[in-house]
């Protein structure tokens, strides 16, 4: 195999250990040219019922395998991604935009659920507990759910395929992942390795094609799939979440968010305006962890937001191939759905602290924005571009009360140096998670969720693995 980005372009959707190739096609262009990348077999229903047939007869050998050789093979698909890094990380940031530094974090990330969960896959333990009466002897047992269904997003088209498939695998279950059509070439890339990494065929089936809501519905709506994942909106995730109903499927929806970024007046402002370059302006802000309303004390509001000005002026804008530090969003839409937000808060008051005009491309200009009230319809809605929205508060209560004033539960981010409220304020906030002094919060090893409508289950850690999983009691008697 050779090392470069075409090397690893592939024909179509990967089913049973074969690409398919079809004349009806779909074209992937680069985000930062418009330059076409390449033209994919555009997969049809029957594709992906072919999928999900095949994935069962494959589940029916690979749920016998030992957590000890399951464990190999995701160890080898874990050094072939390590391996071709480089060439990964250029076809993700051709064809989802973002800066190649951060593409080669991707892969690094991705990489490293597989690792992970490679690990996991050799402790899978059940339990023996003590029966009510002596002639009894319960034994509890974790089995592997069964066939597997996915559908991850285009802002990270590596790692969300990763952390989905390496639990599944692990646990014994087969995949069936749907990746967004504007980025499907990184999925398959990583089924190729997988492929050459030694995974069984038919255990790892990746169906791409523009008729998203056609395929979802075989996901949701087959009896053979056992149980479902997604990444996505909420609003598309409610929709999902009904379709499974009928075949009362195992689900676990990791959803939007609506992140408050909470800078208290005795927080290290350096420090947090470092971690708010991060929160906010990776992928360009295209996250569902990103900070979304920055909160920050009235004492200290006009020192942070003059520090977090002279960082973001230092940002460019630009192709992610050629060192920028910000690319394109996902399309001009993206663009444009952010502006009209931007525009909205501005004829309701807001202020423009930092920014230029948005010139109508898919590049989005990072930009500032102050006098933010809670009444604004930018406070409210997930903003997935680079645009910081400032809040002042008054006091703790008024900080938990404006965080929590949302629908979203995903992420949060404190940043204080008072011990007891860095105790005192997480058991307040209505949010999966919370980083503390810390922007950085996603690793292979912390159970990635969120609550309220952002969703429920866990990615990751040792939770992580037990969506994946089922539990049969064995009440053993004749003692």
Known sequence: MGNTYQDFIMPGSLVNGEWLHSDTRFSIFDKATGEQLASLANAQVSDMEMAISHASVAFDSWRYTSGLERARLLMAWYEKLIEHRDA??????MEQGKPLSEAKGEIDYGAGYIRWFAGEAERIDGDVCAGVNSTQHIQVVKKPVGVVGAITPWNFPNAMIARKAAAALAAGCAFVGRPAAETPLSALAMAKLAQDAGIPAGVLNIVVGTDA???GKVLTQSERVAKFSFTGSTRVGQQLIQDCAP????????????????VFEDADIDAAVSAAMLAKFRNAGQTCVCANRFLVHRSVHDKFVSALMHKVATLSIGNGLNGADIGPLIGIHAAEKVNTLVVKALAEGASKHFGQEWTGSAFYPPTILTDITAEMAIFGQEIFGPVVTVIPFNDEAHAVSLANQTEYGLAAYIFTNDYTRMKRVPDQLDYGMVGINEAAIS???APFGGVKHSGFGREGSKYGLDDYLSIQYRCIGGY
């Open 88 to 93: 990964l990380a250029q076809l993700l940031t």
């Open 213 to 215: 809501k056609a395929l």
């Open 247 to 262: 075949t009362v499927k195992r689900v676990s929806m990791e959803l939007g968010g609506n992140a408050p970024f909470i």
């Open 443 to 445: 690793n292979p090893a």
